[in-house]
């Protein structure tokens, strides 16, 4: 997992409270950023859905604090729990079981890949999931869903754990993404820089392919264009020459900082 460093984000970090151990504090910036990123974008929904992200090396999940404000969250604020769930530290916040259902079935689904979890109701993608269409990529950075993507019918609030197979089997082993109709999307990754590089992809693709559907006929991309692009996003030549993997994470992150720098307390 591609962690955080002074030198890579240009950013001053401070060192881990006590107690806390370097991965896991690191691992926390992280997600804390991710967390005040989606706000930045407008992505949330006051207090609900989640973002979680594991702690590398172990079975241990962050998630956020049931409660508070994307806009709110600190690394310290994050809460540990286990992969079903339970908490293993104490925080005066709840976790929001409900919600945390759809994460625990993509965690243990896919241990190995999708380490951070994003799942959003925003309107451009709920607009795209509304419709009875697919994703369909008609942008360059769009080529990245290119059969990468699941998608999961509408069962109403998931609160029952026989829907976990079910969304599990939608994603199956090459997706990152996935659509839940008539509900809101979910993008994944091996940390929170891809879930939410993927994320800012798929709302841009999803904000062209609407007004594109809605001005008059799509023109639609090649497979073998949408193939080759795709492999050159998930291989790196895209961003060729840049210093990090993906360079427009550090310049958002130091973004938020210059905005608020309470995140990485």
């Known amino acids: 997992m591609a962690l955080m460093s002074e030198q890579r984000f240009e950013v001053k970090l401070p ?33 609900y859905n989640h973002i979680t992200s594991r702690i590398p090396g172990t079975e241990n999940l962050l998630i956020n604090p049931f409660g508070m404000r994307y806009d709110e969250i600190r690394a310290s604020d994050l809460i ?26 993509i965690h243990k689904a896919r241990p190995e890949d999708l380490h951070c979890i994003i ?12 419709l009875d269409n697919p994703v369909v990529p008609v942008t360059q950075e ?6 990468r993507v699941g998608y999961h019918d509408f069962e109403g609030i998931v609160l029952d754990e026989a829907e976990q197979q079910k969304i599990c089997s939608a994603l199956g082993q090459d997706n990152h993404t996935l659509v839940l109709k008539n509900h809101g999307l979910i993008t994944a990754g091996l940390n929170c820089t ?15 392919q609407l007004q594109a559907m ?26 060729a020459g840049a210093k990090v993997r993906h360079p427009e994470w550090p310049a958002l992150v130091r973004l938020i900082d210059r905005i608020d720098p309470s995140w990485k307390l």
């Open 194 to 208: 891809w879930a939410l590089v993927r994320h800012y992809a798929f709302i841009r693709n999803a904000s062209v």
């Open 142 to 147: 769009g080529c990245q869903f290119y059969q």
């Open 80 to 105: 540990k729990i286990d992969i079903d769930g339970n908490k293993l530290e104490h925080s005066e916040w709840p976790v929001n079981q409900a919600g945390y259902l759809i994460h625990s079935a």
């Open 119 to 130: 799942h959003t109701h925003e309107a451009l993608s709920q607009a795209l999931c509304a």
């Open 15 to 47: 060192d881990p409270p006590k107690g806390v151990n370097a991965i896991e504090w690191q691992t926390r910036l992280e997600l804390a950023a991710c967390y005040r990123l989606v706000d930045h974008f407008g992505w949330t929904s006051v207090v």
């Open 214 to 239: 809605a001005a008059g006929r799509l023109n639609h991309i090649e497979e073998s264009v949408m193939r080759s692009t795709r492999e050159q996003f998930e291989g790196g030549s895209a961003q």
